[in-house]
């Protein structure tokens, strides 16, 4: 990470002294001191003063401490989980019920449940998340014989499960 130490100063800038006082406790939260959350550093504000701290690097150096520390953030706090509330996902998920392939060539019923057991521990917070992307891009093996789900179903399922997880 850049310190402060870099950071060009302008004829009108962000305080100096803030600025460091915050990049000191960002950083210290990255070595394991007390913990700095994305949010307070997304709503930490700083005085313009004369010879301060060029604001546009500020503002930069301030996005990257945030992705790192989204990444080191514990799974169920980190970029990418659904605004929709979980626990209601989850439920609607595990509630979900789709029709034997019967004669026809279905999706293999344990890829589909194993994916959909991916989607509720992401939301859940035990895994990575499931992103709408990785939904829509998600692909089954097909099965002629044995169990296998109404591919149309499941589809439109995943359509609409795609949308929760943007909205």
Avoid at 34 to 46: K, L, M, N
Avoid at 127 to 147: I, Q
Wanted: with cysteine; net charge positive.
């Amino acid at each position: 990470m850049r310190t402060s130490a870099r950071l060009p100063v302008a004829l009108r800038g962000y305080d100096r002294n803030q600025v460091d006082a915050l990049l000191k406790r960002i950083s210290q939260a990255l070595d394991g001191g007390p913990p700095v959350s994305a949010d307070e550093v997304r709503a930490a504000r700083f005085d313009v003063v004369l010879r301060g701290y060029d604001n546009r690097a500020v503002d930069e150096l301030l996005r990257e401490c945030i992705r790192e520390l989204q990444a080191r953030a514990p799974i169920r706090e980190r970029p990418g989980r659904p605004r929709a509330h979980p626990a209601w996902l989850i439920t609607w998920i595990q509630n979900a019920r789709f029709s034997g392939a019967g004669l026809r060539p279905g999706y293999d019923v344990r890829d589909v449940d194993a994916f959909l057991d991916r989607v509720i521990a992401g939301l859940r917070g035990a895994a990575p998340p499931v992103t709408a992307r990785d939904v829509r891009e998600s692909a089954f093996r097909v099965v002629r014989l044995g169990p296998g789900y109404d591919e149309q179903e499941v589809d439109r399922f995943l359509v609409q499960l795609a949308s929760a997880l943007e909205h």
